[in-house]
């Protein structure tokens, strides 16, 4: 049984009955079934449903996302944007589907005609998280929809209620009924799962957005068994701030991304490497805007930070910050559980944070800001590149000359210059070393589950 619960008040939402194997045999099995005549739908059938589809989300989107604030925490305002969004890709992949899809031509040594075609697989699984409940699933979903796939969504728990309305939203578009389906399970444990899905002869690619240690345990079974795979895993971004940025611009961004959805995203800013010119005036100015920010009731409309998601993530994130002042670093704000109910932890700020401390080389997925000083770019780069992780990274700089030269060195899938990261449905989007590997969104993300079959004429 799955059970939903409200991270702002601890109480039950919804129970959810666990599927058995013999179901999720059956899920798929009809799904491969629908996806023998969906790979044949002529393209503009494609276009129009995904048409269609981002009409609903548009026209239902405070419904949907009252789902996500309730079974995750998001601020209201934050999961209609997120609502948004979802419908934004889907126009996206509708609009460029065709010229991503168009068959390549060439000329080939003794006169042949060569032909290169993008063809679907099958069914492409997806091992969703609870951050973005409706992004992270739109934005793997839609790309293999639209070449011809399948797609099967294995979601986390907690945000079951979510799964259940997507599958419903691409049915009232008019997809076929199979062709995108939830599978409802409380398996985390990747053996268990890879036995009843990874390794299924249908299922013919992986598509996971989660932790590092989800994703090498993921892609060792998709190894195994030969299934293409892309992994969006965690991040500890950098963001550099040189001491000729426009500060008070910098701060507001700064901030903003490590509060966005409560600080429980991949891309948000963790790191903060300021030089030290400007340090104690970037260190005062973020202060003043964390202690402005208001923790509470995602649907209080005056609320920047609602709950973090479940029990043990807040458990951990204090855990983080607790043997990071242990080390020697300085607490600014927050840094302590509040009382009453709800996973609620304050925005905190350390300041004074090195090497060999927890909160300098893990990632914090909460609103947890870690300062740490540089004196010069040479040592800004180098503090940025050593971490694990290769996400996102954001260089604040005056001169585009120069932000363009550091973030040229930074090991990052993305860098963003004097702005936040954030995804884009026109960006590829996706990491490099622990952070996972394979492209989401763009040309590259609907090219990443197909065949790319090569034709020589002659």
């Known amino acids: 049984m799955i059970i939903t619960v409200n ?30 005549f969906w790979k044949k739908e002529p393209l503009f059938r494609r276009v129009e449903l995904m048409k269609r589809l981002a009409t609903l989300l548009r026209v239902e989107k405070e419904r949907h996302a009252a789902q996500i604030s309730l079974e995750m925490g998001k601020p209201f305002s934050q999961a209609v944007a997120e609502v948004q969004k979802s419908a934004l890709v889907c126009d996206y992949y509708a609009e460029h589907a065709e010229s991503f899809l168009k068959p390549e031509r060439s000329e080939l040594d003794g006169g042949a005609k060569g032909v290169v075609k993008f063809e679907p697989i099958g069914l492409v699984l997806g091992i969703m998280p609870w951050n973005f409940p409706f992004w992270q699933v739109f934005r793997f979903a839609v790309p293999a929809i639209m070449a011809g796939n399948g797609v099967l969504l294995k979601h986390a728990p907690n ?10 939203l691409f049915r ?24 009843f899905m990874i390794d299924h002869p249908s299922v013919q690619g992986v598509s996971l957005t989660g932790s590092t240690a989800a994703g090498r345990a993921v892609a060792a079974k998709a190894g195994r068994a030969l299934k293409r795979t892309v992994l969006e895993l965690g991040g ?27 600080g429980q995203s991949c891309i948000s800013a963790k790191r903060f490497i300021v030089h030290s010119r400007v340090f104690s005036e970037f260190e005062n100015l973020l202060l003043q805007r964390m202690h402005s920010s208001v923790m509470g009731d995602p649907f209080d409309p005056a609320v920047d930070v609602g709950p973090l998601a479940r029990a043990d993530l807040r458990l951990q994130l204090h855990q983080q910050v607790l043997r990071t002042l242990s080390g020697g670093a300085r607490l600014l704000c927050g840094g302590e559980l509040p009382s009453g109910r709800g996973f609620f932890y304050p925005p905190t700020l350390l300041s004074g944070v090195c090497k060999g401390m927890v909160t300098y080389s893990e990632e914090t997925f909460g609103p947890v800001a870690t300062l ?87």
């Open 172 to 195: 009232d578009a008019g997809f076929p009924e199979h062709l995108y389906r939830a599978v409802h399970t409380d398996l985390e444990d990747v053996d268990r799962l890879s036995g």
């Open 236 to 262: 500890s971004d950098p963001y550099i701030v040189l001491d000729d940025a426009e500060l008070n611009r910098a701060v507001a961004l700064c901030a903003a991304s490590r509060l966005l959805n409560s």
């Open 159 to 168: 945000v079951t209620g979510s799964a259940i309305a997507i599958e419903q």
């Open 372 to 458: 740490i000083e540089a004196h010069d770019d040479h040592e800004a780069v180098r503090i940025a590149n050593d971490t694990p992780y290769g996400l996102g990274s954001a260089v604040f700089s005056a001169s585009t000359d120069r932000a363009l030269a550091v973030a040229d060195q930074l090991d990052a899938g993305n860098c963003f210059i004097n702005s936040m990261v954030k995804s884009d449905p026109a960006m590829p989007f996706g990491g490099i070393k622990e952070s996972g590997y394979g492209r989401e969104l763009a040309l590259y993300g609907i090219r990443e589950f197909v065949n790319v079959k090569s034709f020589s004429v002659s």
């Open 7 to 36: 991270p702002s008040t601890e109480e039950p939402i919804a129970e959810y009955s666990v599927m058995t194997s013999a179901q999720i045999e059956a899920v798929i099995t009809s799904a491969d079934r629908e996806y023998r």
